[in-house]
């Protein structure tokens, strides 16, 4: 099933939670909602399941207009982050739960229901606890059951809110795997919301990046990280390196240190921010005449295969992350203090006052 939002607003008093947002999901894939909290994201989440109204805006579901349809009607399964699952109920009653309320007429028989949950519980990699209770399980294990049963009465669209939000990192990391690899078998149109970066990109297809209401930018996820649509985009998926100045006919002067800026040829003398991440900067010993920019290293965190480094400015004490790896580190043999000098791989320039 195919989702569209046209146009929809959302206020809550003064607060504008959704301005205007028009989005396409494809039909199939796994989409993720990505921002800070409060951007929006698990509102517009509501407003597609039809836990919320839009004040103004259409959802359409393979093209079916769905804004007045009820939440039984839409053929949805949602996953919350607190797992909601009935303390009193089995592990198999919880997933059987949603067969049993069917309505008479389209509800199955009990054999079915048994085989249907089986099934299931074998799907989520878990049918050795059918006899177990909610609170006998680990916080991965609950949520996956709450995966079960949320897709136990065959949704058409599967709707995630921050799914893994309140699991430690390494069971969140191996449950994005598993949720990735349990789509790829299913193919259920999914969106989830996150203001994870590294979960977003890792397990979508597309990405929605969302900020105060708005949406910044979709697409996939190497495009949006790297060609981002606007400053807030940069600073958000990872960390940047932001260096102030003006720009001037393809050239940005930050502080005496010139950065190219070919895309504003026909910039005259504007403010503008050149972005460069940690691991896009090149790290040398400082020579005399040597063209960069001049630091001292003040502190180095050389564990696993990438060294981070902290970098002092000569000219205004700012600081500047670089990563490089482990053995370039080693080759370099740095020393806290040492005096390097620093280049850009790449860069993207931002005219106007931007702030993150």
């Given at each position: 099933m195919s989702i569209e939002v046209r146009n929809i607003h959302k206020q809550f008093g003064n607060f504008v939670a959704l301005n205007d947002v028009s989005l396409h999901f494809p039909a199939g894939q796994l989409t993720a909602l990505l921002g800070p909290s409060g951007c929006g994201k698990t509102t517009l989440l509501r407003i597609i399941a039809g836990l919320e109204q839009a004040d103004q805006g259409q959802v359409l579901l393979d093209g079916a207009d769905a804004s007045a349809r009820h939440v039984r009607e839409r053929q949805v399964g949602f996953v919350f982050q607190h797992y909601v699952l009935f303390k009193h109920m089995t592990v198999f009653e919880n997933i059987a739960f949603g067969l049993r309320v069917k309505p008479r007429n389209v509800r199955p028989n009990a054999a079915q229901i048994r085989d249907k949950v089986r099934q299931l519980l074998e799907l989520v990699q878990l049918d050795w606890l059918a006899d177990r209770y909610p609170p006998q399980l680990s916080g991965g294990q609950r949520q996956r059951i709450a995966l079960a049963r949320a897709l136990a009465v065959e949704p058409r669209v599967l709707?995630?809110?921050?799914?893994?939000?309140?699991?430690?990192?390494?069971?969140?990391?191996?449950?994005?795997?598993?949720?990735?690899?349990?789509?790829?078998?299913?193919?259920?149109?999914?969106?989830?919301?996150?203001?994870?970066?590294?979960?977003?990109?890792?397990?979508?297809?597309?990405i929605v990046l969302m900020?105060?209401?708005?949406?910044?930018?979709?697409?996939?996820?190497?495009?949006?990280?790297?060609?981002?649509?606007?400053?807030?985009?940069?600073?958000?998926?990872?960390?940047?390196?932001?260096?102030?100045?003006?720009?001037?006919?393809?050239?940005?002067?930050?502080?005496?240190?010139?950065?190219?800026?070919?895309?504003?040829?026909?910039?005259?003398?504007?403010?503008?921010?050149?972005?460069?991440?940690?691991?896009?900067?090149?790290?040398?010993?400082?020579?005399?005449?040597?063209?960069?920019?001049?630091?001292?290293?003040?502190?180095?965190?050389?564990?696993?295969?990438?060294?981070?480094?902290?970098?002092?400015?000569?000219?205004?004490?700012?600081?500047?992350?670089?990563?490089?790896?482990?053995?370039?580190?080693?080759?370099?043999?740095?020393?806290?203090?040492?005096?390097?000098?620093?280049?850009?791989?790449?860069?993207?320039?931002?005219?106007?006052?931007?702030?993150?």
């Open positions: 709707l995630l809110d921050e799914p893994f939000g309140a699991l430690d990192a390494k069971v969140r990391k191996e449950l994005r795997r598993w949720l990735r690899r349990l789509h790829d078998e299913l193919h259920v149109t999914s969106i989830f919301v996150t203001h994870d970066q590294e979960e977003a990109l890792e397990v979508a297809d597309q900020n105060k209401g708005n949406v910044e930018q979709v697409g996939a996820p190497k495009d949006v990280y790297n060609h981002p649509a606007s400053p807030f985009v940069y600073g958000f998926l990872g960390n940047v390196n932001l260096f102030h100045g003006r720009v001037h006919e393809g050239v940005l002067d930050a502080g005496g240190v010139a950065f190219d800026a070919p895309e504003h040829a026909q910039t005259q003398d504007a403010k503008g921010i050149a972005y460069v991440r940690p691991h896009d900067l090149e790290v040398d010993r400082y020579t005399t005449g040597a063209q960069g920019i001049v630091v001292q290293l003040k502190r180095a965190h050389a564990i696993g295969p990438l060294a981070q480094l902290e970098l002092e400015r000569d000219d205004n004490a700012e600081i500047i992350e670089a990563v490089i790896s482990n053995e370039r580190f080693a080759q370099l043999k740095l020393k806290d203090g040492e005096t390097l000098i620093v280049r850009p791989k790449r860069l993207h320039v931002f005219v106007e006052d931007y702030s993150i």
